[in-house]
């Protein structure tokens, strides 16, 4: 039977939250009432994680697994899980069900109501440091403010997708992926559904302070101009510099003054104007470097093992 919902949950060493997860996804699923099927992308987990994947899979033919080669991160696994649904609502969870289940059911509702885009806002967050939740809400106004889209604040990956969004999210095949980025982007209805985000079952968050960086990154480059524009702002401001400070040497040699006499004066504008040329080189390089890696054309993903013969993305 075809499925209406599919379920994707990226999973990356999270064997302790697993058959949590799949009786909490059971449970929620079962009262829909309707057909479901649960895509669980194994991102190159070593913690025993792919065993169980395939265990349940083996008793349950509505767990469909598709294990990675290697890991590829986890934007690359819910993309994966995006090219191996099958239901007409696709919703992406976290494995460690700090996205709650239960949630589920009114994303469904929303979407019943004809939004094809439901993501869930954070309204609150429950075991998170203070520097996480701080660095995160720092993390989605900067982006809410610099990007050309409109991303929500205080969105995750935790969303439903209609089909016809899915499909338009799967022609885009850019490397550095930031896909509540990409959603907002493609358009569509879409409506927030706040919640109270969970603390972790178990284990430890995969998402550091570097990936988050990494994703914030991604987030600007994809979506955003600006720091090629602050790198051209920095030129302009050090060439005004510059003037102005020829004019005040002019100005003061003439009157006699002797404060510009000496390297030091030079060797600061020097190292001023190096500083700027390099941050702006090193602005450059990000942009270029992500050309590079879209021009080489490798396959966003490997998977080693999958639940058809439908091809590699």
């Not at 209406?4 to 009262?31: F, G, H, W």
């Not at 954070?122 to 660095?135: N, V």
């Amino acid at each position: 039977m075809q499925p209406v919902y599919t379920i994707i949950a990226p999973v990356y060493n999270e064997t302790e939250s697993l058959d949590e997860l799949y009786r909490q996804i059971c449970k929620v699923m079962d009262s829909s009432g309707e057909a479901w099927e649960l895509v669980l992308v194994d991102d190159g987990s070593s913690d025993g994680s792919t065993d169980k994947i395939r265990q349940m899979a083996a008793t349950d033919e509505r767990v469909r697994p598709v294990i990675f080669a290697r890991n590829f991160g986890h934007q690359i696994a819910v993309t994966a899980g995006m090219d191996y649904s099958r239901g007409q609502a696709v919703v992406v969870v976290d494995a460690d069900l700090q996205d709650p289940p239960e949630v589920i059911l009114q994303l469904i509702e929303k979407w019943r109501e004809g939004y094809q885009v439901v993501y869930a806002v954070r309204a609150e967050r429950e075991g998170e440091t203070w520097f996480k939740k701080t660095s995160a809400s720092l993390f989605y106004r900067l982006i809410f403010r610099i990007t050309d889209v409109n991303i929500p604040l205080d969105t995750g990956d935790f969303r439903l997708l209609d089909r016809q969004v899915v499909d338009v999210m799967g022609q885009m095949r850019e490397r550095h992926r930031f896909l509540r980025g990409m959603s907002s982007w493609a358009g569509f209805r879409q409506i927030g559904v706040p919640y109270k985000r969970a603390p972790r079952y178990a284990g430890t968050t995969k998402y550091p302070l570097r990936k988050m960086l990494v994703l914030a990154l991604n987030a600007i480059t994809g979506f955003s101009y600006v720091p090629l524009q602050i790198a051209t702002y920095m030129g302009f401001i050090s060439a005004a510099i510059s003037i102005l400070s020829i004019i005040v040497v002019i100005i003061m040699r003439l009157s006699g003054s002797q404060a510009f006499y000496g390297q030091a004066t030079t060797l600061s504008a020097v190292l001023f104007l190096g500083g700027v040329q390099l941050i702006s080189l090193g602005i450059l390089g990000e942009y270029i470097g992500r050309i590079y890696d879209e021009v080489k054309g490798r396959p966003l993903y490997i998977v080693s093992e999958g639940p058809s013969d439908q091809s590699n993305s």
